[in-house]
């Protein structure tokens, strides 16, 4: 009887030593889980493009005046590819784009004001970039390469104008 006793004192032990063992484990587990949606919801999303807003500081036309910053190095390569573009933004969120008096694509643009990024939906296949980091804003401004999408480190002054580019 007392060989019973004992067995059954063991066995009553081990089984509420693994059942602590088990809480601890689910413990563990809804900490994990806890942290895990802490950690989903602290995470910043991706950038949500809007249409931009009809009294947008950016609808306008724009040309470029200059760029720096070509990962090749080449000066001249780089004012040949961007000098004289131009983009005119419309309130609609449509585009028109070229280069000096010549309209050669069209599109749609979206502008998301927290992350300063624009967003351009060419039509057809252009070498420039789809995605910029705009600065400043009234009668100048710049874009900048930099965005998840665009991570060559150009970066385009831009000027407003009332028509299209002369070459000189």
């Excluded at 080449?74 to 784009?97: C, I, M, P, Q």
């Excluded at 979206?110 to 070498?127: F, G, H």
Aim: proline share 4%.
């Amino acid at each position: 009887m007392k060989n019973f006793i004992l067995i059954l004192t063991s066995i009553l032990f081990f089984a509420h030593c693994a059942n602590e063992d088990s809480n601890a484990s689910e413990n563990s587990n809804a900490s994990e889980n806890s942290t895990i949606e802490e950690i989903k919801e602290t995470t910043p999303a991706e950038p949500s493009h809007q249409k931009a807003s009809a009294d947008s500081p950016y609808i306008g036309f724009w040309v470029i005046e200059f760029a720096i910053g070509n990962p090749s190095g080449n000066k001249e390569e780089l004012s040949n590819e961007y000098v004289g573009r131009w983009h005119d933004l419309k309130a609609d969120n449509t585009f028109e784009s070229g280069k000096w008096q010549e309209q050669n694509n069209s599109g749609s643009w979206s502008y998301d004001d927290e992350t300063k990024i624009i967003q351009l939906n060419y039509d057809k296949a252009e070498t420039i970039g789809h995605e910029w980091k705009i600065q400043g804003q009234g009668d100048r401004m710049i874009w900048i390469g930099n965005t998840p999408n665009n991570k060559k480190g150009t970066q385009l002054k831009l000027n407003r104008e009332t028509s299209r580019p002369q070459q000189q």
